[in-house]
């Protein structure tokens, strides 16, 4: 079939007219081969690899000249071409939005994280199906797909494996996909997704979810080049690192031993020198101050330094991992003879660093997300219980390392992620390697370019139109533009020359060198309800926010603010976000909090579930909503002669979860706080044989955030044990964690049964019931409706 007969923007592509001759049998038939040939890719296409790291900062990276040894990423850059004006913008979930789909994040439904769907258009959560993700038009031009890694673009409601599936990597463009569906995951147990089915916990010892990542990815290059050595592939390797919990190998961090013992100010200092060496700062460049809300380094006091140097160094060795493995996955493609013809786009991070580890970094990062204020001195006591300094960074810590080093890894911009008003939130290092098109080794680009042109990029590359239609529905342009054009040409004039920026009332507005940043009052780890509520309808006034305008063709790093000088070109600049924002679904602002705010979704009418025996990997936002008010698990048993042992029911781990489970025969309950405090009970009497009723029951003081209560044991109806929950988890155990019947697969609840993990009951469990409204009145049940949701909107601006 000739290319030219081809019409590509329309997917699928029809099937070609038989161009042979047909008679009543085989004598004087004609055939025609093209016919029932696959539809080839054009002629010459490339393999692509998209690379995308997470939650990692423009001077961190030591190819950017940042104190992270990254040679996979020096090594591209040295052979390709390095962008220092690249963009995203500024949170997770809306970059991979953007990213995928060639628009704004805002315009598909992105303007908030995945976990947290709103009811207005911009902060739905749902890819529209108008505007299908660009790898779906490389699927049906002849290329083979894949997604390993971090999806983060599935609403936390569709996580189950009983779908639906339409917003899961495979149906939106990808042959194969192995990685995690949510916002982050553990490093050494996360729960697999493989294709639309969940693998759960990898039993291996050893395993480390980054290494075996790039294993799956070469994996399926070379299964992909046994099963078809002319079809270009189209690779997109999605790393968990560097999103808490920042987890690795101690070989890995202990490189970074003593690194950072000069602290967070003279780091960046010396970044900042580097990257004036290297040219990807300019030499008139200024060093942005650090923020009042940040204290000196000379302030702190020599344990504070100690701890504080730990968290960055087991940061920059988990980071350093990652290209490693990027690594690993290039040096197969080359190892096959095609990185010659393999379009690598490397772009180190979703968005600025994390300053989401609140000042004092965190042991668990789920402390910060269930809203819980801890001080130094307390972290410092939890770090000494879970194992101490040299345990930062293993299982048996979610870590997050302090807001200050995040603004270091930031350098030379103000704040970070979630800040789309400043560079610190939106400017990221990309890196472009492609010999058999780029002639220029070592380059470095300074055109604006953003996270939407990424996939109309490709797709010129690729000599494939964007597509028109797909699946019969008319699609809507995209919003990005190739910067192909600059691959040739270091002094192309820019042809993204307008861009808007907002994430969680933050907001940018760039034009022709000018950038309006207009940030919102609030540090971005400041989630208490008195920060809040100074956002509240009828009570935040927007255009009161502070704004700051700058010039970047003549101030790289926001340092010189004009807007007293250039009043005319504020109200412009003002005026024109406003238009973006009606023509790509911003408004209303803040419209990701709106349960914050009162505005709560009807209540659902199921108030039980039923979970059998074999259910395993239960996704961390599908379980019942047990937080916050009265539940009660309730659970049939089957237990032989001489005993059983073994977990019942169980749902994330130490660091936050629930295990009821029976050990030395006895039925036992274990909640852990957040892994600041554990809660357990136990029944004072073994438990009988035969067929047997367990129930838990917790009675909630009040239907109030992180409510305690009063846990009861029964066993057959009768109580057999209890005791007080002083507090119970307001928001969320974990991101990632699944839920278990009859077994607790990952990191275990209780730490007692770590040995036996995954501790499997030994006799058998018919069924677990959950009971979400054993006894609330109907006044109850509203309240904590409301108060519920509330909680919720904390975490959806963490997460």
Same mark, same amino acid.
């Given at each position: 079939m000739s290319d030219q007969t081809i019409d590509r923007s329309r997917l699928p592509i029809r099937r070609p007219p038989f161009q042979g001759v047909l008679e009543r049998t085989?004598?004087?038939?004609?055939?025609?081969?093209?016919?029932?040939?696959?539809?080839?890719?054009?002629?010459?296409?490339?393999?692509?690899?998209?690379?995308?790291? +997470? +939650?990692?900062?423009?001077?961190?990276?030591?190819?950017?000249?940042?104190?992270?040894s990254t040679p996979t990423l020096e090594r591209l850059a040295a052979d390709g071409l390095s962008y220092n004006r690249f963009?995203?913008?500024?949170?997770?979930?809306?970059? $991979?939005?953007?990213?995928?789909?060639?628009?704004?994040?805002?315009?598909?439904?992105? *303007?908030?994280?995945?976990?947290?769907?709103?009811?207005?258009?911009g902060y739905s959560a749902m890819l529209p199906k108008d505007c299908q993700p660009f790898p779906k038009t490389l699927q049906g031009n002849g290329y083979s797909t894949a997604c390993f890694g971090k999806w983060h673009l599935t609403p936390d409601h569709m996580q189950g494996t009983g779908g639906p599936f339409d917003r899961w990597p495979n149906a939106?463009?990808?042959?194969?996909?192995?990685?995690?569906?949510?916002g982050e995951s553990g490093q050494f147990d996360p729960v697999i997704i493989e294709n639309n089915k969940a693998i759960g916990v990898p039993a291996e010892d050893d395993f480390y979810f980054p290494d075996a990542m790039a294993d799956k990815t070469i994996e399926w290059l070379h299964g992909v080049r046994a099963h078809g050595s002319d079809r270009p592939w189209f690779a997109y390797f999605a790393t968990g690192c560097s999103h808490a919990p920042h987890q690795v190998p101690s070989e890995w961090s202990d490189k970074y031993k003593g690194a950072f013992d000069q602290g967070w100010d003279k780091l960046r200092e010396e970044t900042f020198a580097r990257q004036k060496q290297l040219g990807v700062v300019p030499a008139d460049a200024e060093l942005t101050p650090r923020p009042d809300a940040m204290p000196a380094w000379d302030s702190l006091n020599e344990t504070q330094q100690r701890v504080y140097a730990r968290q960055m160094e087991v940061y920059a060795g988990y980071s350093e991992n990652a290209d490693w493995n990027i690594g690993r996955v290039i040096d197969a493609i080359d190892e096959m003879g095609e990185l010659e013809n393999t379009l690598v786009i490397y772009i180190w991070g979703d968005n600025g660093a994390s300053l989401e580890g609140t000042l004092s970094g965190t042991f668990n990062e789920w402390t910060t997300m269930n809203g819980l204020p801890l001080t130094d001195e307390q972290q410092l006591q939890l770090v000494l219980k879970w194992g101490g300094l040299e345990a930062w960074g293993t299982e048996l810590m979610a870590p997050h390392y302090s807001a200050a080093w995040a603004w270091a890894g930031d350098c030379p911009f103000q704040w970070g992620k979630q800040v789309a008003s400043h560079l610190g939130g939106t400017r990221d290092p990309m890196v472009v390697h492609w010999p058999k098109r780029i002639h220029e080794q070592g380059g470095l680009r300074s055109q604006f370019t953003h996270v939407t042109d990424i996939g109309p990029t490709i797709l010129e590359a690729a000599g494939i139109p964007q597509a028109t239609h797909i699946d019969g529905v008319e699609q809507q342009p995209m919003h990005g533009t190739s910067?192909? =054009?600059?691959?040739?040409?270091?002094?192309?004039?820019?042809?993204?020359?307008?861009?808007?920026?907002?994430?969680?009332?933050? $907001?940018?507005?760039?034009?022709?060198?000018?950038?309006?940043?207009?940030?919102?009052? $609030?540090? &971005?780890w400041k989630v208490d309800p008195e920060t809040l509520k100074q956002f509240a309808p009828g009570v935040w006034d927007p255009e009161s926010d502070p704004v700051e305008l700058y010039y970047l063709p003549d101030d790289f790093t926001q340092t010189n603010n004009l807007a007293e000088q250039h009043s005319d070109k504020v109200q412009e600049l003002k005026e024109l976000f406003w238009q973006e924002a009606e023509q790509n679904n911003?408004?209303?602002?803040?419209?990701?909090?709106?349960?914050?705010?009162?505005?709560?979704?009807?209540?659902?009418?199921?108030?039980?579930?039923?979970?059998?025996?074999?259910?395993?990997?239960?996704?961390?936002?599908?379980?019942?909503? @047990?937080?916050?008010?009265? =539940?009660?698990?309730?659970?049939?048993?089957?237990?032989?002669?001489? *005993?059983?042992?073994?977990?019942?029911?169980?749902?994330?781990d130490h660091l936050g979860g629930f295990s009821l489970f029976v050990q030395d025969g006895k039925l036992k309950h274990t909640y852990s706080f957040v892994g600041v405090q554990e809660f357990k009970q136990e029944s004072e009497t073994r438990l009988p044989s035969g067929s047997v009723r367990v129930r838990m029951e917790f009675a909630a003081d009040a239907p109030k955030p992180a409510t305690g209560g009063e846990v009861t044991l029964y066993?057959?109806?009768? &109580?057999? %044990?209890?005791?007080?929950?002083?507090?119970?988890?307001?928001?969320?155990?974990?991101?990632?964690?699944?839920? +278990?019947? %009859?077994?607790?697969? *990952?990191?275990?609840?209780? $730490?007692?049964?770590? +040995?036996?993990?995954?501790?499997?009951?030994?006799?058998?469990?018919?069924?677990?019931?959950?009971? @979400?409204?054993?006894?609330?009145?109907?006044?109850h049940e509203e309240e904590l409706h409301e108060h519920a949701h509330q909680a919720l909107a904390a975490h959806a601006i963490n997460a």
């Open positions: 085989l004598g004087g038939s004609q055939p025609d081969w093209n016919f029932v040939a696959p539809i080839p890719a054009p002629e010459g296409a490339p393999n692509v690899l998209l690379v995308l790291t +997470d +939650d990692a900062g423009f001077g961190n990276p030591s190819g950017f000249g940042g104190p992270i963009h995203t913008t500024a949170l997770c979930s809306p970059t $991979r939005a953007a990213l995928m789909t060639g628009r704004n994040h805002h315009a598909v439904g992105f *303007g908030m994280v995945g976990e947290f769907a709103g009811p207005f258009p939106v463009g990808f042959d194969y996909f192995w990685g995690f569906l949510g910067f192909a =054009y600059s691959l040739d040409d270091a002094s192309a004039a820019e042809r993204h020359t307008q861009q808007y920026f907002e994430i969680l009332g933050n $907001r940018g507005m760039y034009k022709d060198g000018w950038w309006l940043a207009w940030m919102m009052p $609030r540090i &971005p911003v408004l209303p602002l803040l419209g990701g909090l709106t349960t914050f705010f009162g505005m709560t979704p009807p209540m659902s009418t199921q108030t039980q579930f039923t979970y059998y025996g074999d259910v395993q990997n239960v996704a961390s936002g599908m379980i019942p909503r @047990i937080y916050n008010h009265s =539940y009660t698990i309730s659970a049939e048993l089957e237990i032989p002669e001489g *005993g059983a042992e073994g977990v019942i029911v169980a749902e994330a066993v057959n109806d009768e &109580p057999v %044990g209890g005791g007080r929950m002083e507090h119970t988890t307001p928001v969320r155990f974990t991101a990632y964690a699944g839920m +278990d019947i %009859g077994r607790d697969n *990952g990191m275990p609840v209780d $730490r007692s049964y770590a +040995d036996k993990s995954p501790f499997a009951f030994t006799g058998k469990v018919k069924k677990v019931v959950f009971d @979400i409204n054993p006894h609330l009145t109907e006044e």
